[in-house]
């Protein structure tokens, strides 16, 4: 699986911001898909996935009622909805992909792409 993401930019506090990853591969809709981030000086962090069904949501607590993640199985397509953005919220995002839950949760997923850039300026 090859996973591109894309959206990032600079917004002002309380904006939003919707993130996009195109995936590659006829398995998509059998991996859980999901977003992590890295901020500078810090270590990669889960924020949110999705199981294949897009049933089942997961997000850290730093992210919850602000962020919304969904996937269209058809596009190969995961979004990250951003809204209420703040300053710590800036960092690089990934988009990455396993056949499991856990692996995205705890930074150990299979596949991840290159990031986009996310600033929240105060």
């Known amino acids: 699986v090859q996973l591109q993401a894309s959206g990032g930019g600079l917004v002002q506090a309380g904006g939003s911001l919707r993130l996009s990853c195109a995936a590659s591969?006829?398995?998509?809709?059998?991996?859980?898909m999901g977003w992590v981030r890295q901020a500078p000086g810090k270590e990669r962090e889960f924020v949110a996935a999705?199981?294949?069904?897009?049933?089942?949501?997961y997000y850290a607590d730093s992210v919850k009622g602000r962020f919304t993640i969904s996937r269209d199985n058809a596009k190969n397509t995961v979004y990250l909805q951003m809204s209420s953005l703040k300053p710590e919220d800036t960092a690089v995002y990934f988009c990455?992909?396993?056949?499991?839950?856990?692996?995205?949760?705890?930074?150990?997923?299979?596949?991840w792409g290159k990031g986009t850039q996310v600033t929240v300026s105060s």
């Open positions: 990455a992909a396993d056949p499991s839950l856990r692996p995205i949760m705890t930074n150990t997923m299979q596949y």
């Open positions: 591969g006829r398995t998509f809709r059998s991996y859980v």
């Open positions: 999705i199981t294949w069904s897009g049933r089942n949501l």
